[in-house]
């Protein structure tokens, strides 16, 4: 049962233009979604999180979007550049869950095209 | 600030033996410790929580006796696998919060490759 789906496996853009990575939840009593970012032979590292009392959060090049009826958030990169390119994870918990457990998604692969 | 590490980086063994793998908070004290395992191409499962001095709290289907988790310190906890069997290889990876907030941010070891042949 994946509770947060990351669709797309892979994504490349190119260098400059806006990256959209997209993620899915099927579990409504999640309340706070994140982005890690994941470079090989590395460990996630945090990016950016939402609280579901909002619909964006924005942090420099990095803006997350929340579409609590949908079940969607979505991460912008905006303007791209080549060192963005690693593995998006997102990944999502819930008071219900347990006090700090999270459920990631299968990642997405973002290739920055130069 | 904020550096997890974990050792060994990659490991080797037979089927039978046991594996310890440490995660270590290196420049903050972690009140929470966090073991995930991914599969290739998969999403990081979260296997065990633990806390420093308490028992691991497990997640459903993880047997406790084949995963040991010890958190002696509140910059150290080991992931013993005992009795390892080929189907244990996989990317073992912890990770590790200063606070008990769900909000505060785990930082994440480098991963441990797992082999059993």
């Known amino acids: 049962d994946q509770q947060v789906k990351q669709n797309s496996p892979s994504l490349s853009v190119q260098e400059g233009r806006i990256s959209i990575l997209n993620c899915d939840y099927t579990?409504?009593?999640?309340?706070?979604f994140l982005w890690y970012k994941k470079y090989p032979a590395e460990g996630p590292t945090f990016l950016i999180s939402i609280s579901s009392i909002k619909d964006k959060n924005e942090d420099g090049r990095f803006t997350v979007f929340l579409n609590k009826s949908a079940k969607h958030l979505s991460l912008h990169i905006v303007p791209s550049q080549p060192g963005d390119s690693a593995v998006y994870f997102c990944a999502a918990s819930s008071r219900i869950q347990g006090a700090q457990k999270l459920v990631f998604g299968q990642g997405t692969r973002l290739t920055i095209n130069p | 600030g904020a550096v997890v590490s974990q050792h060994p980086s990659w490991v080797i063994c037979k089927s039978g033996t046991s594996v310890k793998i440490e995660c270590r908070s290196l420049d903050f004290q972690a009140t929470t410790m966090f073991w995930y395992r991914q599969f290739p191409k998969q999403s990081l499962m979260l296997m065990a929580t633990s806390n420093e001095g308490s028992k691991a709290t497990y997640e459903q289907g993880v047997e406790k006796d084949k995963f040991l988790i010890n958190h002696a310190s509140l910059t150290l906890s080991t992931l013993t696998v005992t009795s390892a069997h080929p189907e244990d290889s996989s990317f073992y990876i912890c990770?590790?919060?200063?606070?008990?907030?769900?909000?505060?941010?785990?930082?994440f070891g480098p991963g441990t490759r797992l082999t059993v042949l």
């Open positions: 990770s590790a919060t200063r606070g008990a907030d769900r909000t505060d941010t785990q930082y």
């Open positions: 579990n409504s009593m999640f309340d706070y």
